[in-house]
């Protein structure tokens, strides 16, 4: 069974850095792309940014400049460097990732479960 488990978040002051990670576990045949989304209060799900794996990345305009998603394809890992933190980045931060457990799967999403980060002022 696959898992996906992020960490790294936590409570800091505006203009401050976090570093989360997200690692995958279990049976995991072929990975795809990975990523990085947010929810805030009373918000929906946003994307913050992808990473295939190749490496070529996305970043929301909200983060763009701020934020660096980056992957170790052979840690199953992804990270998200997060500088210059402002209140509004305040959300819990989940990793999702797009793979197959086995060579007969189909590709399809798995989601960890979160980890909080709140930036205060």
């Known amino acids: 069974q696959v898992q996906l488990v992020e960490s790294g978040g936590g409570l800091v002051q505006a203009g401050g850095s976090l570093r989360l990670s997200c690692a995958a576990s279990g049976s995991i045949f072929s990975m795809n792309d990975m990523g990085w989304y947010r929810q805030g209060p009373g918000n929906q799900r946003e994307l913050v940014a992808t990473?295939?794996?190749?490496?070529?990345?996305t970043h929301a305009d909200s983060v763009k400049g701020r934020f660096t998603i980056s992957r170790d394809n052979a840690k199953n890992t992804v990270y998200l460097q997060m500088n210059s933190l402002k209140p509004e980045d305040t959300a819990v931060y989940l990793c999702?990732?797009?793979?197959?457990?086995?060579?007969?799967?189909?590709?399809?999403?798995?989601w960890g479960q979160g980890t909080q980060v709140t930036v205060s002022s």
């Open positions: 990473i295939t794996t190749g490496g070529s990345t």
């Open positions: 999702n990732a797009w793979l197959r457990e086995n060579w007969y799967n189909d590709y399809r999403d798995y």
